[in-house]
């Protein structure tokens, strides 16, 4: 069982910046990537940004150059820094990682709870 705590979120004007973190603990021998998709009102739940385990990044196309994601291996914690927030990001952002249970090859994904980053003035 993985768990996974997300935290900060919450109300911003736009413009301004927001910090979502995401901890994971549980049972697992590893992590490889982390990340966050977000899913708007009616919408598909998009890839946001994702880190591999030596610090790789892949951001969407619409946040990058605004968002930065790191992590903290020791910690098993995912940071994204959200700057330059505009009314079209708000939506729930889910965090995820990709874990190995003991000796096994398979990786599997555990999701966060989600937490909400709303945008408005």
């Known amino acids: 069982q993985v768990q996974l705590v997300e935290s900060g979120g919450g109300l911003v004007q736009p413009g301004g910046s927001l910090n979502v973190s995401c901890a994971a603990s549980?049972?697992?021998?590893?992590?490889?990537?982390m990340g966050w998709y977000r899913q708007a009102p009616g919408k598909q739940r998009d890839l946001v940004a994702r880190?591999?385990?030596?610090?790789?990044?892949t951001y969407a196309d619409s946040v990058k150059g605004r968002f930065t994601i790191s992590r903290d291996n020791a910690k098993n914690t995912a940071y994204l820094q959200m700057n330059s927030l505009k009314p079209e990001d708000m939506a729930v952002y889910y965090c995820?990682?990709?874990?190995?249970?003991?000796?096994?090859?398979?990786?599997?994904?555990?999701w966060g709870q989600g937490t909400q980053v709303t945008v408005s003035s």
């Open positions: 995820y990682v990709d874990f190995r249970r003991g000796g096994e090859a398979l990786y599997y994904r555990a």
């Open positions: 549980g049972s697992f021998s590893s992590i490889s990537a």
């Open positions: 880190i591999t385990s030596g610090g790789s990044t």
